[in-house]
């Protein structure tokens, strides 16, 4: 099993570019979510799914946009890119409470 | 929203010794999960709690679920260089699916 994987590792985007960050599980997980990090700020909640076809807003979802068409993938949309986007992004899956991270992309907004 | 309060924010140890940290909120959670977290990675889980009270291991790792449900500790025996990163604790409160409460993080370091 590769667990949850994530692409790009790395990416830097101007001010008003938009973008997806990918996000696969082959765990059989029907909750998925995406979180981002920012130094000093912990891990905060952007947007979950619980299943195919559900998608739900978490903590900081303005910016944001998600969609989950098949169990496996879970992409995160920038819709228009500003600095304060500027941060580590991760994904998350899980069968119960216990969730699984990917290793994240790291994004820079100019 | 639910907030939960992590300490300390860093340790520097030497190695060899004990280190314990513990995570506060005023909510009730009814799973406290820790993580640990190296450079350039996602967060891994150590440990997992489901009942208040239960004190679980993990090798040179022991976490408990306070009893009051508001609190949860780490605790790590014997310290070594590979034990440096960044400890998340993160909570689950039962009315919001499976969504996870962080707290800020402790970052440890260990002097060799």
């Known amino acids: 099993n590769a667990g949850v994987t994530q692409t790009p590792k790395f990416q830097v985007l101007k001010t008003g570019q938009s973008m997806t960050l990918q996000c696969a599980q082959d765990m059989n997980h029907e909750y998925m979510s995406w979180y981002r990090q920012d130094p000093g700020m912990g891990l905060r909640l952007i947007h979950y799914?619980?299943?195919?076809?559900?998608?739900d807003q978490g903590e900081v979802p303005n910016g944001y946009n998600v969609s989950r068409s098949t169990t496996e993938d879970f992409p995160l949309r920038l819709l228009s890119a500003a600095p304060s986007q500027t941060s580590v992004y991760f994904c998350?899956?899980?069968?119960?409470?216990?969730?699984?991270f990917g290793p994240g992309t790291r994004l820079t907004v100019t | 929203g639910q907030q939960l309060n992590q300490s300390p924010q860093s340790m520097f140890i030497q190695e060899g010794e004990d280190v314990s940290m513990n995570c506060t909120s005023s909510s009730i959670f009814n799973t406290w999960l820790w993580y640990k977290q190296e450079p350039g990675e996602g967060p891994v889980l150590l440990i997992a709690?489901?009942?208040?009270?239960e004190l679980t291991s993990n090798g040179r790792l022991t976490a408990q679920f306070g009893i009051t449900r508001k609190d949860s500790f780490l605790n790590i025996s014997a310290s070594i260089p590979s034990d440096v990163g960044i400890y998340f604790c993160a909570g689950q409160s039962g009315n919001a699916g499976n969504m996870l409460t962080f707290g800020g993080g402790t970052r440890l370091m260990v002097k060799p």
């Open positions: 709690l489901y009942k208040a009270g």
């Open positions: 998350a899956s899980s069968y119960h409470y216990e969730q699984y």
């Open positions: 799914s619980v299943g195919a076809g559900i998608t």
